[in-house]
């Protein structure tokens, strides 16, 4: 049902979107793909997150000793971060959430703020994700994201787009990492439930290249909002 109110609108409207999946699922890089493509903006809440750490911020210090144990930032803090982004010119034309959000609460906090039209869960099989992230390098100056062994740089640690140093996550090192993933199969994967219920979710099977999801993803879209 809610497919058929969104399809009234057009592109120049509004688009909400969340983006759901595991560490490692690829929510990031095809966030990036549709902010691109549809001109709205991604919201990483762990973007957020780390610029607050880097920034040391009061908030950014209480959220760094959740992060660095795999663990979730308490809502409040989150909220409060997103309640500002979300605030800001570049999001009336809509956004694309990328980790948020991350549980019950959160989606009901969500809720109250704004509507969201779809959600797109990525689904990879588990034994995938560790690996995913353990190999994945992020660049320092633009956020392109590379894996050392699926997608590598041109240049060995460099970025293929500015020349940026390529970096690895404080938290994707292999026992945060597999503390994230239980983070994310008790108190995210409820969400699935939540948001199928409500006839807002859609699930796409990430099992090939980049490529392939994007066009998935691309015509998911289409079939949704045109
Ligand atoms: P991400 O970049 O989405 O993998 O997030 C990195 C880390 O930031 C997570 O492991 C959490 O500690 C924290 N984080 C990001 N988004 C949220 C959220 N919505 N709620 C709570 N913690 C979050």
Redesign the pocket.
């Given at each position: 049902m809610i497919f058929k109110r969104a399809k009234r609108w057009n592109l120049l409207t509004q688009i909400k979107l969340i983006l759901l999946g595991a560490?490692g699922s690829g929510k990031?890089t095809q966030a990036k793909f549709i902010t691109e493509k549809y001109n709205i903006p991604q919201i990483?809440?762990?973007?957020l997150?780390?610029n607050a750490v880097k920034a040391q911020t009061e908030l950014g210090k209480k959220?760094k000793v959740?992060?660095d144990e795999?663990?979730?930032?308490?809502?409040k803090l989150?909220l409060e971060l997103l309640e500002a982004r979300l605030a800001e010119p570049d999001c009336e034309a809509g956004f694309i959430l990328?980790?948020?959000?991350?549980?019950i609460t959160?989606a009901t906090d969500l809720e109250r703020i704004t509507e969201i039209d779809l959600v797109i869960n990525i689904e990879v099989d588990f034994n995938l994700l560790v690996e995913r992230i353990t190999g994945r390098r992020t660049c320092k100056t633009c956020g392109a994201i590379y894996h050392i062994i699926y997608s590598p740089p041109k240049r060995k640690a460099l970025c293929n787009n500015c020349s940026g140093e390529l970096y690895q996550?404080d938290?994707d090192t292999e026992e945060t990492v597999k503390k994230?993933l239980k983070?994310y199969e008790t108190q995210t994967k409820p969400l699935i439930e939540y948001f199928l219920k409500k006839g807002k979710l859609r699930t796409l099977v990430s099992d090939s290249t980049i490529d392939m999801m994007r066009l998935k993803v691309e015509s998911l879209l289409k079939e949704t909002f045109y």
């Open positions: 560490p990031g990483s809440t762990g973007d997150l780390r959220a959740f992060m795999g663990k979730l930032v308490p809502d989150v990328d980790g948020y959000p991350r549980n959160q996550r938290d994230r983070t």
